[in-house]
């Protein structure tokens, strides 16, 4: 008698356009969150840097905002749950801070 159990593979759903967009931009994202590392690493002027951050943010916050659009159009709520107003506003105040 074989004592470990076989694990069903796990059924993953095929990937929604809009979350592929999303992917893709947090992969760029990483990049350039890999390309700060190394400026700092080779001792780059602290303004280039900066700018850098600025743009860091700025994508962070448009990849946000187009996770809150899916949230709030409902795609994002749990099956058979609509989502509220308040449901809307306390997901805006979580990605505002």
Avoid: W
């Amino acid at each position: 008698m074989n004592m470990t159990a076989s694990i069903p593979p796990r059924i993953v759903p095929p990937i929604d356009p809009e979350d592929e967009k999303l992917l893709k931009r947090l992969r760029r994202i990483e990049g350039q969150v890999r390309g700060i590392q190394k400026m700092i690493e080779e001792g780059r002027d602290c303004h280039d840097i900066l700018i850098q951050f600025a743009a860091v943010r700025s994508a962070l916050d448009t990849a946000g905002e187009g996770l809150l659009e899916q949230y709030a159009l409902g795609c994002r709520a749990r099956p058979g749950e609509a989502v509220t107003p308040s449901d809307v506003v306390r997901a805006v105040k979580l990605l505002r801070g």
